[in-house]
């Protein structure tokens, strides 16, 4: 019967299995991306393997939790996996919700109190120099190898006869187009890892409340 007591179980250990692979991936992706030099930033590194290390933290609580049908410890497991549900489903609603003219006010002012290391990587990255045409920082990178990568509709224009700067694409008329459609996509995506983490709960409380056919008849759950 897939109601019971195993069929619980069972369920719920492959939820947390696929926790736990998803906690892992995170941890490795990040690593490889300092690894690989492709994420100079520390704190964005260290926000994606605290991330990971977390779920997979959670992930294990739910493990032994559930081999052991330990009520206590599957009690956490329902309050810290609600607690998750409710702070993944505001920001997945948040992500949805933002336009991208309320992403580029944000990213803004993100963009001048932004560390050089993370402005140096979202400008390789993006290919772009600078938020706006007159950012003092923009002159870092215009004869960068970022900037002379670009396509040949965007290519560094020089005035000969002036002898002006090379003007190369803002970041502004690139990134927050860009970070509109990611935020969409991890909205997306963060909706329908909620209603996951929402089936974890039920999953959970259903399962504590179940009694174990080969433990002890008399015992109290």
């Not at 991936?25 to 290390?53: D, N």
């Not at 309050?79 to 609603?93: A, C, G, K, R, Y």
């Not at 120099?129 to 290519?155: F, H, M, R, V, Y």
Request: glycine content about 6%; aromatic content about 10%; overall charge neutral.
């Amino acid at each position: 019967m897939c109601g019971g007591f195993t069929c619980s179980k069972n369920s719920l250990g492959f939820l947390n299995v696929v926790f736990l692979l998803v906690g892992v991936l995170l941890i490795a992706v990040a690593a490889y991306a300092k690894a690989a030099a492709q994420i100079t930033s520390f704190e964005i590194c260290g926000g994606i393997i605290a991330s990971g290390l977390f779920l997979f933290l959670i992930a294990l609580l739910g493990l032994i939790a559930t081999t052991k049908h330990h009520q206590v410890l599957l009690f956490f497991y329902i309050v810290i996996l609600f607690l998750l549900f409710i702070i993944q489903f505001s920001v997945s609603i948040a992500c949805l919700a933002l336009s991208e003219m309320q992403v580029a006010k944000v990213l803004a002012n993100v963009w001048g109190t932004a560390p050089s290391n993370t402005k140096n990587d979202a400008q390789a990255y993006f290919k772009c120099c600078g938020w706006l045409e007159n950012d003092p920082t923009s002159q870092d990178c215009i004869l960068a190898k970022a900037c002379q990568e670009l396509p040949t509709t965007t290519q560094i224009t020089t005035n000969p006869a002036t002898n002006s700067t090379p003007v190369c694409t803002t970041c502004s008329s690139i990134i927050p187009q860009t970070v509109s459609k990611g935020l969409e996509a991890t909205g997306g995506i963060g909706l329908f890892f909620s209603f996951i983490e929402m089936l974890g709960v039920w999953l959970a409380v259903r399962f504590r409340n179940q009694k174990d056919p080969a433990a002890n008849p008399s015992q109290f759950l």
